[in-house]
T-cell receptor
């Protein structure tokens, strides 16, 4: 079956530090990949997505590249801010089977300190 | 603005009681979903519906029920059979597998 594995948190960084959150997946076919962000007490917001191999998703300074050869979709940001403190979820959507299900990783909590 | 509205934001359940969580969307999306979020466990799919009057069990459907009588609405009932209902419940909707799912702001359910 499908699965997503994220690096365990929590992750604590100083402001302006470089961020990497690792995400690897197992899936049949050619899934689409997503990063979602959840701020305290809120629902999930789409951060970025990639729909095919070698696609790079980017938004608000965050980037992730769909690597089929390593089945990875690592999230990166060059300089984090305090406002980036949140929980980040990697997810995949199975393609071509008529199913709309997303499979989520367990989430990685990021805290950025001034 | 289009979006997903979940209500109430906080809900308390007494022992043996059924409670219903509301989810309404005005995005004209075909598919809707319910997830349960527990600390450190990510999101787990309870039920999903791809079209009106049809829905499918997800990974943890036991103790829950849903209906989809209208495209815009997908209420979730937490029944007394769900012995550990305390969690954060999230509703989502989407059109296709590739378009991302849009989420509501959640309902936090607690036991009295």
């Amino acid at each position: 079956g499908n699965s997503v594995t994220q690096m365990e948190g929590p992750v604590t960084l100083s402001e302006e530090a470089f961020l990497t959150i690792n995400c690897t997946y197992t899936a049949t076919g050619y899934p689409s990949l997503f990063w979602y962000v959840q701020y305290p007490g809120e629902g999930l917001q789409l951060l970025l997505k990639a729909t095919k191999a070698d696609d790079k998703g980017s938004n608000k300074g965050f980037e992730a590249t769909y690597r089929k050869e390593t089945t990875s979709f690592h999230l990166e940001k060059g300089s984090v801010q305090v406002s980036d403190s949140a929980v980040y979820f990697c997810a995949l959507s199975r393609s071509g089977a008529g199913s709309y299900q997303l499979t989520f990783g367990k989430g990685t909590k990021l805290s950025v300190i001034p | 603005d289009g979006g997903i509205t979940q209500s109430p934001k906080y809900l308390f359940r007494k022992e043996g009681q059924n409670v219903t969580l509301s989810c309404e969307q005005n995005l004209n999306h075909d598919a809707m979903y319910w997830y349960r979020q527990d600390p450190g466990q990510g999101l787990r799919l309870i039920y999903y519906s791809q079209i009106v009057n049809d829905f499918q069990k997800g990974d943890i459907a036991e103790g829950y029920s849903v209906s989809r009588e209208k495209k815009e609405s997908f209420p979730l009932t937490v029944t007394s059979a769900q012995k550990n209902p305390t969690a954060f419940y999230l509703c989502a909707s989407s059109n296709t597998e590739i378009q991302p799912q849009h989420f509501g702001d959640g309902t936090r359910l607690s036991i009295l």
